[in-house]
């Protein structure tokens, strides 16, 4: 007959099996990695159509270097980033012609190395559901 137990212990579980009159203790690790705010850095494409976002400068701080185009130039007012819920969590607000106050908030997708999020357009009032890809 086998028991298994399992005990939690500091956000390590330890997985307990006695049998065969040989007991047998392995660790199994569950701590959640974070993803590291450098894999924010490079340039960003919106699935549906040309706009581009340049990250680079990723300080420990969460200040970050942004630019943005659509396709020319528009004037990024602040751009950070924060981690929450073991999440890359990047807010890039645009000041410019047409854009009055538009922003991103946006969520990196470490398994896809997808950015995913809301653009709200500040000029109409309207959120819109948005990705961006990574451009190699």
């Given at each position: 007959?086998?028991?298994?137990?399992?005990?939690?212990?500091?956000?390590?579980?330890?997985?307990?099996?006695?049998?065969?009159?040989?007991?047998?203790?392995?660790?199994?690790?569950?701590?959640?990695?974070?993803?590291?705010?450098?894999?924010?850095?490079?340039?960003?494409?919106?699935?549906?159509?040309?706009?581009?976002?340049?990250?680079?400068?990723?300080?420990?701080?969460?200040?970050?270097?942004?630019?943005?185009?659509?396709?020319?130039?528009?004037?990024?007012?602040?751009?950070?980033?924060?981690?929450?819920?073991?999440?890359?969590?990047?807010?890039?607000?645009?000041?410019?012609?047409?854009?009055?106050?538009?922003?991103?908030?946006?969520?990196?997708?470490?398994?896809?190395?997808?950015?995913?999020?809301?653009?709200?357009?500040?000029?109409?009032?309207?959120?819109?559901?948005?990705?961006?890809?990574?451009i190699k």
């Amino acid at each position: 007959m086998a028991i298994v137990a399992v005990v939690a212990c500091n956000s390590q579980n330890k997985q307990i099996k006695n049998g065969d009159n040989s007991p047998e203790v392995k660790k199994v690790e569950t701590v959640a990695t974070a993803p590291d705010p450098q894999k924010l850095a490079g340039q960003w494409e919106r699935t549906d159509g040309g706009y581009r976002i340049v990250m680079e400068e990723i300080k420990p701080d969460g200040t970050m270097k942004a630019s943005y185009f659509n396709p020319n130039s528009i004037h990024v007012h602040q751009a950070n980033w924060k981690l929450e819920n073991q999440q890359l969590q990047v807010f890039i607000e645009l000041r410019d012609t047409n854009y009055p106050g538009s922003t991103y908030t946006l969520t990196y997708d470490k398994d896809r190395d997808l950015l995913t999020g809301i653009y709200f357009q500040a000029a109409m009032n309207q959120s819109y559901e948005i990705e961006f890809t990574r451009i190699k």
